[in-house]
T-cell receptor
């Protein structure tokens, strides 16, 4: 079945450093991947979408890459801030157009 | 207006109660979704409405009954729920259900507790 795997362990980094989160997928070749941010008790917030023909996409301090050979997307937050602490979810639309979600990676940025 | 609103924010109900969750968007989106989310899990799709018609029901028990009165509103009617139905219920919308890659806009959710 189509599946997404994200770092299951929480990621702790120091303020100012770059956070790198990983999303690996199997049994499918999605046309695009989406990244969302979710704060506790709140709905996910869309951050970035990257298509299969795009190697890299940037938005302010965020950068996403998409490697269709490795079946992997990397999500980078540069110059991280404590306000970036949240859970980050990777998703793609499966062959029935329903979003398939990873479990998310919890990021904690320490001041 | 780029917001999805949900009411109420919190809901506590007994197993014999009937209640409803409400969701509203004014972005002109033609797809609307109900998700259920348990702690430390990703959102789990329940229903999809496409152009105000139910297009996907993920084998959700009949104690959950969705309704889409118009293109801006989505309701979820609850009846005879079980304690294991306690979760965060999220509403989302997207521009066009047929578009590949269209992002979903989520509401803040309703925290439901079933006693």
């Amino acid at each position: 079945s189509q599946k997404i795997e994200q770092n299951s362990e929480a990621l702790n980094i120091q303020e100012g450093k770059t956070a790198t989160l990983t999303c690996n997928y199997t049994n499918y070749s999605p046309a695009y991947l989406q990244w969302y941010r979710q704060d506790p008790g709140r709905g996910p917030v869309f951050l970035l979408l990257i298509r299969e023909n795009e190697k890299e996409k940037r938005k302010e301090r965020l950068k996403v890459t998409f490697d269709t050979t490795l079946k992997q997307s990397l999500f980078h937050i540069t110059a991280s801030q404590p306000a970036d602490s949240a859970t980050y979810l990777c998703s793609f639309a499966g062959n029935n157009r329903k979003l398939i979600w990873g479990l998310g990676t919890s990021l904690a940025v320490n001041p | 207006d780029t917001e999805v609103t949900q009411t109420p924010k919190h809901l506590v109900m007994g197993m014999t109660n009937k209640k409803s969750l409400k969701c509203e968007q004014h972005m002109g989106h033609r797809a609307m979704y109900w998700y259920k989310q348990k702690a430390k899990k990703p959102p789990e799709l329940m229903f999809v409405y496409s152009y105000e018609k139910l297009s996907i029901n993920e084998s959700v028990p009949s104690r959950f009954s969705p309704e889409c009165p118009n293109s801006s509103l989505l309701n979820l009617h609850l009846h005879a729920l079980q304690p294991e139905d306690s979760a965060l219920y999220l509403c989302a919308s997207s521009q066009d259900p047929g578009l590949v890659g269209n992002e979903q806009f989520f509401g803040p959710g309703t925290r439901l507790t079933v006693l």
